[in-house]
């Protein structure tokens, strides 16, 4: 297999595993007000960039869903809307946490003992 093919088959696979994450990781950040452009701001500077493209929709689904309530600042010159989580969002985002950090523990043991067959220490 060439490297380029390779390379494109992982970066199609990173971006699902990506997908897969991106509600978790910006549930994790709204539970104080934030509006969109200070939230990809804020999964940038900690390392799990977003487009504003993606950002936007996730919103208004998760708005949709009952997760995030929303509200308008309009002291400012230019109005925002800011976005943070709802009673139900907090729900589910602590048992979506507790998924994660199972399925985490899952996948490193099952990473970890290939690594132990490999060394022949299986």
């Keep these: 297999m060439t490297n380029v093919k390779q390379e494109e088959i992982v970066a199609g696979l990173a971006q699902e595993l990506r997908r897969g994450v991106v509600v978790l ?3 994790s ?11 990809v701001s804020k ?8 487009e504003a493209g993606t950002l936007y929709p996730l919103f208004r689904r998760l708005e949709k869903q ?10 400012e010159s230019r109005p925002r809307k800011y976005y ?3 009673l139900l969002g907090r729900e ?6 507790e998924e994660w950090t199972q399925m985490v523990g899952s996948v490193e043991n099952l990473l970890n003992s290939e690594e132990g067959e490999k060394d022949g220490n299986s």
């Design 43 to 50: 999964l940038a500077d900690r390392g799990f960039p977003i």
């Design 25 to 27: 990781a910006v549930l």
């Design 92 to 97: 589910v985002y602590t048992k979506l946490r």
């Design 84 to 86: 943070k989580l709802s």
């Design 29 to 39: 950040q709204l539970d104080e007000p934030q509006y969109g452009y200070s939230l």
């Design 66 to 75: 009952g997760l995030l309530e929303s509200l308008w600042d309009t002291n």
